[in-house]
């Protein structure tokens, strides 16, 4: 089992950066790939970025990327999103998911274990 827990939401201006953090727990969850959703409303949730679980391969939504990067320190069991360059279009709930595909995916049913999502606000 892991357990997630994101933090770092909050509503910002459009240009501005917001650094998002999930909280892992769970004695395996180093064997996880780790990725960021989201979810705007009356939207499905989207794939936004994931790292693998020996942080080798990253992966990016294009219309992410360039802007967001995914990290993970697993000595400190937290995964990591920073958002740069905020545009309005980023508002959305962020979800943390781990799954264990053999390599990196985009679907949500390829990731078991969710939190319970922070909220994002960007204001034009």
């Known amino acids: 089992q892991v357990q997630l827990v994101e933090s770092g939401g909050g509503l910002v201006q459009a240009g501005d950066s917001l650094k998002l953090s999930c909280a892992a727990s769970?004695?395996?969850?180093?064997?996880?790939?780790m990725a960021w959703f989201r979810q705007a409303p009356g939207k499905e949730r989207e794939f936004v970025a994931a790292?693998?679980?020996?942080?080798?391969?990253?992966l990016y939504a294009p219309s992410v990327k360039g802007r967001f990067t995914i990290s993970r320190d697993n000595a400190k069991n937290t995964v990591y999103l920073q958002m740069n360059s905020l545009k309005p279009e980023d508002t959305a709930v962020y979800y943390c998911a781990a799954g264990r595909s053999s390599f990196l995916v985009v679907t949500t049913v390829s990731y078991g274990f969710w939190g319970q999502g922070t909220q994002v606000t960007v204001s034009s």
């Open positions: 790292i693998s679980w020996n942080r080798e391969d990253t």
């Open positions: 769970g004695r395996t969850w180093t064997t996880y790939n």
